[in-house]
């Protein structure tokens, strides 16, 4: 069952360089690695919390016609319909059976992501484990099922699949089992053009984002290359029309029976695509460190202050470009999301959106809320901390050329932050203290 994924890491491996700092290509030391044993390990994700649930007879799923599962699997696993994504490229497991006319659905909260077909008796879902990284799991939805259900004892159950690494576990997924996220020019029966072919993250301009997948919402002049299909292959790029920018209904594009929400929202698939690379960072520094620990005794110093230096980067957002009009998404998730906390004292939360500049009000991820942050292990952590304290005490701006990197975190910025990490997070380290303007940190 291993051979086909395994045989593409090897494969992708021999073209991808990893130097230690650079987190491009794939992680060396494989699944199997004694540090790792990503097949073998218990796991603690949700998942797995919810099959032990069902197995003792405490939940149980409920089938419902058009939808099957999808429901009852998101409101067990806690993931808000608002979230609903839709993918309409050949670009996934289903290719066959994924068109602009039965796009798949994805639904997502911070741990889990849930991805459904209409048509299809089955759920793919992929969750983290605080520890092992990314685990994929199918729930089958057996045809008997619905008769079978009246037998006490006999339930649907989600079976880990490994088979997913074949296209979860690449250089697009940082070298790691991790979650992948494409924008292509479809043709119009959803199947790619070939390049240019995209891997977007909110380092991305939006015009690079969004090809192959359905995006309601507004978002003024900006364009993406969402809501549309190719009809001159010369010339790619004029699928980009008035017709498919701004759009707020998908009336008319496909048949809504069965899909749970009539949005594919903007503002979602922004968080979306932020937190997709964001996982894959976890789980990538994580297993750097623990491999480099294992094989020498501890952590090597330059990876840990490597590794901690990039994590940070992205999870402060220093490299998003700006918006240059306001979005507004369309389906509520925005108001859910933000209203989910924690908050602080003020009423401030790192979920908070901005949307008019950027995409965070406060532009430090919510992802250090995770499990999968705290998973990590605690020299990692202990690097990661200390190199966003250089950055967000202003310490870092002192440095002629790096420093200007990060000047687009305004002191009003940094404090705030860093005021909502002091309340909110539980094992910040005491040296996270006051912003000051003139203020230049002790050297950590
Ligand atoms: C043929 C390649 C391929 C296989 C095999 C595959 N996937 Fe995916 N999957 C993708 C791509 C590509 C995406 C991104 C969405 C898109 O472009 O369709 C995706 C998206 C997803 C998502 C949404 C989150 C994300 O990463 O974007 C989930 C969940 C998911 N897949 C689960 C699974 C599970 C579980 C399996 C195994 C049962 C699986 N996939 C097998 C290619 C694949």
Known sequence: ?????????????????????????????????PAIEYG?????????????RIEEGKVQLQFEPGSGYLRSVLRALNVPVESQLLVFSKTNKFERFTNPHNPRAIYFNDSVTVAWIRGLPSLE???????QGVIFYALNENPLDQMLRTFPGRQTRFRRD??????????????????????????????????????????????????????TGKH????????????????????????????????????????LSPHSDIVALMVFEHQMYMVNLFTRVGWEIRASAHAEGKPDADLLRDTANELVDYLLFIDEPPLTSK??????????????????SQGRSLRQFDLEHRLMRYPCSYMIYTEAFDGLPPEARQAIYKRMWQILSGQILSEKEKGKKYARLSLADRRAIVEILRETKKDLPAYFTLVTPGRRARAL
């Not at 879902?125 to 520890?131: C, H, K, R, W």
């Not at 240019?196 to 984002?209: A, G, T």
Request: with cysteine.
């Open 327 to 344: 979005i507004q998404g369309a389906s509520g998730f925005s108001e859910k999301f933000a209203a989910m906390g924690p908050r602080d």
């Open 125 to 131: 879902v992929a969750t983290q484990d605080p520890q």
């Open 162 to 215: 490994d088979r997913c690494l074949f296209c979860h576990h690449g250089v697009l997924t940082l070298g790691v089992p991790g979650m992948t996220v494409r924008s292509v020019f479809p043709e119009s029966d959803g199947s790619p053009m070939g390049r240019p072919d995209y891997s977007p993250d909110h380092r991305s301009p939006l015009e690079q984002r969004w090809g192959g997948w359905y995006v």
């Open 40 to 52: 073998k390990r218990p796991l603690k994700d949700p998942v797995a919390e919810l099959s032990r």
């Open 1 to 33: 069952m291993m051979r086909g994924p395994a045989l593409f890491a090897i494969a992708l491996s021999v073209s991808a360089v990893t130097a230690f700092g650079d987190l491009e290509g794939m992680f060396q030391g494989g699944l199997n690695q």
């Open 220 to 259: 003024g002049s900006m364009r993406h290359m969402g809501n549309a299909v190719v009809t001159n292959s010369d010339k790619p790029e004029s699928m980009v029309t008035a017709a498919s920018l701004n759009v707020e209904s998908l009336a008319g594009k496909f048949d809504p029976e069965g899909y």
